[in-house]
C-alpha cells in the first residue's frame, strides 16, 4: 500500500511540470484567422453582419458586430474536421451586449456537415447571465455540461434564438482550446483504469522551437520509442506562419525541422535544418513539383513550403499520431502561352507510431479542378534539406537509388566523378528507394515507398525523346563516362534529384533528398511510367496522373552502419508475401486510395494498407481472430489496425500464439474512436506460417 501511496505522491508533485496547455487555435482576431471562413455566416441580411467592427473592441482594433435577426448566425466553417475529444476540447469567445437580456437567446452552436451536434445559451455556458455594456468572456468544455459533446465538427456558429430583431451583440477573441500537454494523465490515467505507458507517444502543442539561430517556428513536437525502445523526436513546423530567416522564398512552415535519435553508442544525434541554398531554413517534406512544359508565368517548381496552408492534428493516441498540413500548391506552366496560375490542393499526412522507427509520409494531390491534360508535372515530394549527421558541413560520400535496378556509388566523396554501379536487379519485388550517406560521422538519410514499383510508379528519368535511365542498367563506371566528361550519369538521369545538382566535380555538404516521378505523373491522363522492366521505345505501360495522385514514403534517418534504408525497403519486400486470414474478423482488402480520399483502392496483398503501411482486419464485435502467414523473411513489429472497433476501451485481452501478451510492453496500442479504429503496433517479429493474432474485447 505505501508503494502506490508514494507512486501517487510523485505524480502530484510532477503535476505541473507535466500539464502544459498546447497551441490554442485562433478563430478571430481583428480577422477571422487559420483557414476559418466567415461567409458561412447565415440568415439575416449582409448588414446584419461586420468582421472590421472598431467600436467597442476587446482587444486589437476590430471585433465583430452581429444583429440577431430571424434565427441568423455568425458561423464559421472549419478548414477540417475537428474532433472534440482529440483535438480541440473547449471554446471561448468575448463576448459584449447592448441588452443583457441577449445571453440568453444567442446560443454556441457546433455542426457536422450541416446538423447541429450540440448546443447551448451563452448564458448557460457562463452559468450566469451575461451584464449588458462590458466585455464578458464565455468558455465552454465540450465534453462537460451543457454540451456534454465528445464528437467531430466541422461548423462554429453563434446564433440568434430570439427570432426577431435585437440590439447587437459584440463578439472578439473567439478561439478553440489545446488539450493540456498532460504527459501522465491522459488516456483515461484520471480514472484509474489505464495508467500511461512509459514508453508511448507523446505530442507537444504549439511548441516555439528554433533549430536554427534566429528562425523560431511554432511546431508541434513528437516523441515516441523506436523498434529498439530508444526515444525519437520530430518537430513539425506548422504551415501558417513565416520564419524569420526564409532563404530565397518566405518560410511558411510545413516542413519537418528538427528529428532525434538514439545513435549505437547511446548518444543523442540532432538533424536539423540547413541555412543555406534556395532550400535553406525549409527542411525537410514539403511539396516540390516539375513542369515539362515549355510555357510558364513563374517558378515551374516553387517550393512547397513558400506557400501558407493549413495544419491539423488527425490522430493522437496512446502510441500512434498523424499530423495533417493541406494547402494549394501553386502550378505556372501549361501547354499553352500565357498559362494561367493553377492552385493544386495538396494533402500531407505525418504517421508515427511506437515501436517503429520510420514515420511514413503520406500526400495526395487533387487535380479533379484541373482540366485533364493541362498539367504536365512530376512530383519530386518528400523535398527538402536536413543536416543529416547533426554537423552540416561534412561531404556527402554517396548515393544510392533502386528504380527497376539498383545503383550506388563506388567512390568517395559524391562527386559527378564518382564510380558508380547500376547493374544489380533490385529484387522480383522492387521497392523504390532513394539515400545519401556519410561514413565519417555514420550517418544516413533516405526515403521508401510504402509499394513496390508495380503497384505505386515511382522514379524519373525515363524519356526516350531525350534521355533514358535504362541506357544505365546493368552497367558500371567501368563502361565509361555516362555523362561527357563526367563518370556519373547525368543529372537529369537521375531517378531522384537527390542533391544532383549541387555536386559537380568537386564534393559538396548539400544535403538535398527528393522522392522522383516521370512527367505527366501530374495531370496527363497517359503518361509514360516508369514501370517496365527492359528498356521500352514507348517507355510504357502508361498510366494516369489525373483526377488524384497519392502515394506514401518512410523517412529514414540513422547511422549509416546499422544499414537502415536497406531494412526499412527488406520490410516492404516482406509485406509483399503475406497472407492474411481471419476466423473472427475480416481482412481488410480495401480502403480509401490516399489520405483525404474517399475513392477506394484494392489492397495488395489483402489486408495490407500502403497509406499508413499497416496490416488492416475488420472486427467483428470488437473481436479479432487472425493468421498472418509470412511467405518469406521476417515481418519486424507489424502495424495493424483493426476497424470497426467501436469499443471505447482498450482489449481484454492479446494474444499471440495464444500466449497473451502485456499491454504497452508486447504491444503497443491506441484507441482511435472517431474512425472507430484500435491501432496495435505489435512488438514482436514475425516468421512462418503460423502467427496467430487474438484481440477479445
Not at 265 to 292: E, L, M, Q
Not at 434 to 455: C, N, P, R, S, Y
Not at 480 to 487: L, T
Not at 580 to 601: F, K
Request: aromatic share 12%; proline share 6%.
Amino acid at each position: 500500500m505505501s508503494g502506490k501511496c508514494f507512486r501517487f505522491a510523485c505524480v502530484l508533485a510532477c503535476l505541473v511540470c507535466a500539464r502544459a496547455r498546447g497551441a490554442d487555435l485562433v478563430i478571430y482576431d481583428d480577422a477571422s484567422r487559420n483557414g476559418f471562413d466567415q461567409n458561412c455566416a447565415f440568415g439575416g441580411s449582409v448588414a446584419d453582419f461586420n468582421f472590421a467592427n472598431t467600436t467597442p473592441v476587446h482587444a486589437g482594433s476590430s471585433s465583430i458586430r452581429f444583429t440577431p435577426h430571424a434565427y441568423n448566425a455568425v458561423s464559421w466553417c472549419a478548414p477540417t474536421m475537428y474532433s472534440a475529444s482529440a483535438d480541440y476540447v473547449g471554446l471561448t469567445v468575448w463576448v459584449y451586449l447592448d441588452a443583457a437580456a441577449q445571453g440568453a437567446s444567442i446560443n454556441l452552436v457546433l455542426g457536422n456537415q450541416g446538423s447541429p451536434v450540440a448546443t447551448a445559451s451563452l448564458q448557460t455556458l457562463r452559468g450566469s447571465a451575461l451584464p449588458a455594456q462590458t466585455w464578458v468572456q464565455v468558455t465552454t468544455h465540450f465534453a462537460a455540461a451543457p454540451l456534454n459533446f465528445n464528437g467531430n465538427f466541422d461548423q462554429i456558429s453563434l446564433q440568434d434564438e430570439s427570432g426577431t430583431t435585437q440590439a447587437s451583440v459584440y463578439f472578439d477573441d473567439v478561439l478553440l482550446q489545446a488539450p493540456a500537454n498532460d504527459l501522465i494523465f491522459r488516456n483515461g490515467f484520471e480514472g484509474g483504469t489505464v495508467p500511461p505507458p512509459t514508453c508511448g507517444m507523446t505530442v507537444q502543442h504549439g511548441v516555439t522551437v528554433t533549430p536554427a539561430p534566429a528562425d523560431p517556428m511554432v511546431s508541434d513536437v513528437f516523441n515516441w520509442c523506436d523498434a529498439s525502445g530508444k526515444p525519437r523526436e520530430a518537430v513539425l513546423a506548422h504551415n501558417d506562419q513565416t520564419g524569420a530567416n526564409a532563404g530565397v522564398y518566405a518560410n511558411h512552415g510545413g516542413s519537418l525541422q528538427q528529428y532525434s535519435y538514439r545513435m549505437p553508442d547511446n548518444s543523442t544525434r540532432t538533424a536539423t535544418i540547413t541555412t543555406y541554398g534556395n532550400g535553406g531554413y525549409g527542411g525537410f517534406g514539403y511539396v516540390v513539383s516539375h513542369s515539362a512544359d515549355t510555357y510558364c508565368n513563374g517558378d515551374d517548381s516553387p517550393l512547397g513550403y513558400s506557400f501558407t496552408g493549413t495544419w491539423s492534428r488527425v490522430f493522437e493516441g496512446r502510441h500512434h499520431a498523424i499530423f495533417r498540413f493541406q494547402q494549394d500548391y501553386q502550378r505556372h506552366c501549361g501547354p499553352n502561352p500565357n498559362p494561367p496560375t493553377t492552385l493544386v490542393p495538396v494533402t500531407i499526412d505525418w504517421v508515427f507510431a511506437s515501436g517503429r522507427d520510420n514515420p511514413v509520409w503520406a500526400i495526395t494531390y487533387d487535380l479533379s479542378a484541373v482540366p485533364q491534360d493541362f498539367l504536365f508535372d512530376d512530383s519530386r515530394a518528400p523535398y527538402g534539406e536536413l543536416n543529416f549527421d547533426g554537423n552540416g558541413s561534412i561531404d556527402v560520400d554517396g548515393v544510392a537509388w533502386g528504380d527497376r535496378y539498383q545503383f550506388t556509388t563506388t567512390s568517395a566523396p559524391a562527386t559527378l566523378n564518382s564510380t558508380w554501379a547500376w547493374n544489380a536487379s533490385n529484387a522480383a519485388n522492387p521497392v523504390p528507394y532513394v539515400k545519401e550517406w556519410i561514413a565519417a560521422t555514420d550517418a544516413t538519410m533516405g526515403l521508401v515507398q510504402t509499394q513496390t514499383i508495380d503497384q505505386q510508379d515511382a522514379g524519373g528519368g525515363r524519356n526516350p525523346y531525350y534521355l533514358d535511365v535504362t541506357a544505365y542498367w546493368g552497367k558500371t563506371s567501368a563502361n565509361g563516362n555516362a555523362c561527357g566528361n563526367y563518370k556519373m550519369p547525368c543529372q537529369d538521369a537521375w531517378p531522384y534529384q537527390a542533391n544532383a545538382y549541387s555536386i559537380g566535380g568537386s564534393p559538396n555538404n548539400n544535403t538535398r533528398l527528393t522522392w522522383g516521378t516521370q512527367y505527366g505523373f501530374l495531370g496527363q491522363a497517359n503518361y509514360a511510367s516508369n514501370q517496365t522492366i527492359a528498356p521500352d521505345p514507348d517507355n510504357g505501360p502508361y498510366l494516369s496522373g489525373w483526377p488524384k495522385k497519392s502515394y506514401s514514403i518512410y523517412v529514414v534517418l540513422g547511422p549509416h552502419s546499422t544499414l537502415p534504408v536497406e531494412a526499412q525497403r527488406i520490410q516492404v519486400e516482406t509485406v509483399q508475401s503475406l497472407t492474411l486470414t481471419t476466423t473472427t474478423g475480416a481482412v481488410a482488402t480495401n480502403g480509401p486510395a490516399g489520405v483525404n480520399r474517399s475513392d477506394a483502392m484494392t489492397y495488395m496483398p489483402a489486408g495490407y494498407d500502403p497509406v499508413y503501411g499497416a496490416l488492416a482486419f475488420n472486427a467483428a464485435a470488437n473481436a479479432l481472430d487472425a493468421n498472418i502467414k509470412v511467405g518469406s523473411g521476417t515481418l519486424k513489429k507489424p502495424l495493424l489496425v483493426l476497424r470497426n472497433y467501436t469499443s471505447g476501451n482498450f482489449p481484454a485481452m492479446v494474444k499471440l500464439n495464444a500466449v497473451p501478451l502485456v499491454m504497452d510492453v508486447d504491444y503497443f496500442p491506441s484507441l482511435r474512436m472517431a474512425a472507430s479504429e484500435l491501432w496495435i503496433t505489435l512488438n514482436r517479429d514475425l516468421t512462418g506460417t503460423i502467427n496467430r493474432l487474438q484481440v477479445t474485447p
